[in-house]
């Protein structure tokens, strides 16, 4: 079965600085890759999805992601951080050969932003 | 747009006790499926449903029971609860898969269960 392995359980970063989370997949075939973001006490909201038509895909709030498939990775970025971005991030995969919908998602990461 | 809707918002069980946690969807779409969230363990699926009449068992079902009668429709049963239930739930859906596209998932709120 395909999963998705986010590095880093918690990130500490200022405001202003430069978001970086980690998302690795293990697929063979790279699958669909999506970015989600839980603010507290909500559900999740799609940040932005890789679905193949470009490498670098851009999200709303300014993040964005970049497909690596020689290094099977999807990291979300962002160039400088804001306070409203305390949140936690889920990393999820959609394989491509499935007719099924079910995503696999990563343990999320809590993004924390100094002032 | 009411989108993903879960009723209750929050729920006290004691053990043992039965209860079924409501989603309703108003996108007309084929897949359905609940998740429980646990503190660093992320997303767990629960059941899922491809349409009407059609379920099935995802990595955590025990305990669990669905049915899907109708397209709006995913109730989750809990048949006896346990403290190990306690958790947050999550009711999503999203289109069958398109290969162009990708199927994006609408999460309703969650249901915050607390079994004691």
Same mark, same amino acid.
Not at chain 2, 29 to 37: D, I, L, V
Not at chain 2, 86 to 100: D, E, I, N
């Given at each position: 079965?395909?999963?998705?392995? $986010?590095?880093? #359980?918690?990130?500490?970063?200022?405001?202003?600085?430069?978001?970086?989370?980690?998302?690795?997949?293990?697929? #063979?075939?790279?699958?669909?890759?999506?970015?989600?973001? $839980?603010?507290?006490?909500?559900?999740? $909201?799609?940040?932005?999805?890789?679905? #193949?038509?470009?490498?670098?895909?851009?999200?709303?709030?300014?993040?964005?992601?970049?497909?690596?498939?020689?290094?099977?990775?999807?990291?979300?970025?962002?160039?400088?951080?804001?306070?409203?971005?305390?949140?936690?991030?889920?990393?999820?995969?959609?394989?491509?050969?499935?007719?099924?919908?079910?995503?696999?998602?990563?343990?999320?990461? $809590?993004?924390?932003?100094?002032? | 747009?009411?989108?993903?809707?879960?009723?209750?918002?929050?729920?006290?069980?004691?053990?043992?006790?039965?209860?079924?946690?409501?989603?309703?969807?108003?996108?007309? =779409?084929?897949?359905?499926?609940?998740?429980?969230?646990?503190?660093?363990?992320?997303?767990?699926?629960? =059941?899922?449903?491809?349409?009407?009449?059609?379920?099935?068992?995802?990595?955590?079902?025990?305990?669990?029971?669905?049915?899907?009668?109708?397209?709006?429709?995913?109730?989750?049963?809990?048949?006896?609860?346990?403290?190990?239930?306690?958790?947050?739930?999550?009711?999503?859906?999203?289109?069958?898969?398109?290969?162009?596209?990708?199927?994006?998932?609408?999460?309703?709120?969650?249901?915050?269960?607390?079994?004691?």
């Amino acid at each position: 079965a395909q999963s998705v392995t $986010q590095l880093g #359980s918690h990130v500490s970063v200022s405001e202003g600085a430069l978001v970086l989370l980690r998302c690795n997949y293990s697929s #063979s075939v790279p699958p669909y890759l999506f970015w989600y973001v $839980q603010y507290p006490n909500q559900g999740l $909201q799609l940040l932005l999805k890789y679905t #193949s038509a470009a490498t670098l895909v851009k999200g709303i709030n300014g993040f964005e992601a970049e497909f690596k498939k020689s290094e099977t990775s999807f990291h979300l970025t962002k160039p400088s951080a804001h306070m409203s971005d305390a949140a936690e991030y889920f990393c999820a995969s959609l394989d491509r050969g499935s007719t099924l919908g079910r995503l696999y998602f990563g343990r999320g990461t $809590q993004l924390t932003v100094w002032p | 747009n009411a989108g993903v809707t879960q009723t209750p918002k929050f729920q006290v069980l004691k053990t043992g006790q039965s209860m079924t946690l409501q989603c309703a969807q108003d996108m007309n =779409h084929e897949y359905m499926s609940w998740y429980r969230q646990d503190p660093g363990m992320g997303l767990r699926l629960i =059941h899922y449903s491809v349409g009407a009449g059609i379920t099935d068992q995802g990595e955590v079902p025990n305990g669990y029971n669905v049915s899907r009668s109708t397209t709006e429709d995913f109730p989750l049963r809990l048949l006896s609860a346990a403290p190990s239930q306690t958790s947050v739930y999550f009711c999503a859906s999203s289109p069958l898969f398109t290969p162009s596209a990708g199927s994006e998932a609408f999460f309703g709120q969650g249901t915050r269960l607390t079994v004691v």
